[in-house]
């Protein structure tokens, strides 16, 4: 997936912490089936605004996706297996 860029920062965050590898997150991408949902929160409102969702990977391991969109681009922002409230909110939303 060419259009996405992850930062260092953030691979190393996403190895260390959260176990999630960059193909994990390109399996999400492609696997995704729900809605784009829009993080509005006052803390962490963007410009463009962060969009989240959640899906699997091919193994079947759900994780949620937050990103910022850039014309083509997509700024992968962080990847983690989501809590029970997230999972929640995207099963009414998503």
């Known amino acids: 997936m060419e259009a996405l860029r992850i930062a260092p ?9 959260h ?5 994990e997150v390109e399996q999400c991408f492609q ?12 803390l962490t409102k963007t410009n463009p605004p962060t969009l989240w969702f959640i899906a699997p990977t091919n193994r079947g391991r759900s994780l949620k996706i937050v990103y910022i969109q ?5 700024d ?6 989501p809590n ?5 909110i ?3 939303h998503g």
């Open 9 to 17: 920062a953030i691979l190393v965050k996403l190895k260390d912490r």
């Open 76 to 81: 992968l922002k962080t990847a983690y297996e």
């Open 70 to 74: 850039r014309g083509a681009s997509i």
């Open 31 to 42: 696997n995704r089936a729900g809605r784009l949902l829009t993080d509005d929160r006052a």
């Open 84 to 88: 029970e409230v997230e999972a929640s």
């Open 19 to 23: 176990g999630v590898s960059r193909s």
């Open 90 to 92: 995207y099963r009414r």
